[in-house]
Structures are given as structure tokens and as C-alpha cells.
Nanobody, 118 residues
Framework: HVQLVESGGGSVQPGGSLRLSCASSGSIYDTMCMGWVRQAPGKEREGVAAISPGSGRRYYGDSVKGRFTISKGNAKKTLYLQMNSLKPEDTAMYYC????????????WGQGTQVTVS
């Protein structure tokens, strides 16, 4: 059973920081590509960051490069997103997602956690 549970969202002032967590189950953590995707009201879904299993190769969207860091905590099989220098335009629902790396689209999603910067 695939399960992704996010936590860590909230409200913060511009320039502040938040860390999102995503607890995963099963073999997701060890075998799947995982990432964070956000969606603001009225806007399209946007890939924020992603990380591959094994090598831990990272990808970042242009709008968050240099400010956000994706990482994995092996002991707890948890995915993290450290968000620094937050801007109002970072306000969105943030989703943890996972997929078979060979596939283009994410197939597994968490319930989302709201991040508000104002």
C-alpha cells in the first residue's frame, strides 16, 4: 500500500523559512523517484523539486533554485523540502509525489500541505 503523508506547512512572512516533510511507506523511498509539486489557486501545477533513489540526483524548478533544498532522511524514510527566503509567490498547496522513475508522470500523491507567505 502506497502512502505519502505531508506535514510542515503553515504561514510565514516573506523572507522566512519552512521545512516540509513527507513520510513514505512501502518501497517508495528506496525505489521510486520522489518530489514536491505545488499548485496555487488558478494556476497550473508546478514541479518544485525532485530526487532520484540511489544516486540522490536532484532537480529544481527555476523559480526555487538557490532557495529550496530537497533531501531524504534515510532513517525515517522521509522526504524533506527546506524552503528559505520565501516569497509571496511561493504560496500554494504543496504535494509530495512519487513515481516509477522511467515514467513521466507522478502516480502517487499525498494529501497536500498549505504554505502561505504573506
Amino acid at each position: 500500500h502506497v502512502q505519502l503523508v505531508e506535514s510542515g506547512g503553515g504561514s510565514v512572512q516573506p523572507g522566512g523559512s519552512l521545512r516540509l516533510s513527507c513520510a513514505s511507506s512501502g518501497s517508495i523511498y528506496d525505489t521510486m523517484c520522489m518530489g514536491w509539486v505545488r499548485q496555487a489557486p488558478g494556476k497550473e501545477r508546478e514541479g518544485v523539486a525532485a530526487i532520484s533513489p540511489g544516486s540522490g540526483r536532484r532537480y529544481y524548478g527555476d523559480s526555487v533554485k538557490g532557495r529550496f533544498t530537497i533531501s531524504k532522511g534515510n532513517a525515517k524514510k522521509t522526504l524533506y523540502l527546506q524552503m528559505n527566503s520565501l516569497k509571496p509567490e511561493d504560496t500554494a498547496m504543496y504535494y509530495c509525489a512519487a513515481k516509477v522513475c522511467a515514467l513521466r508522470e507522478y502516480g502517487y500523491w499525498g494529501q497536500g500541505t498549505q504554505v502561505t507567505v504573506s
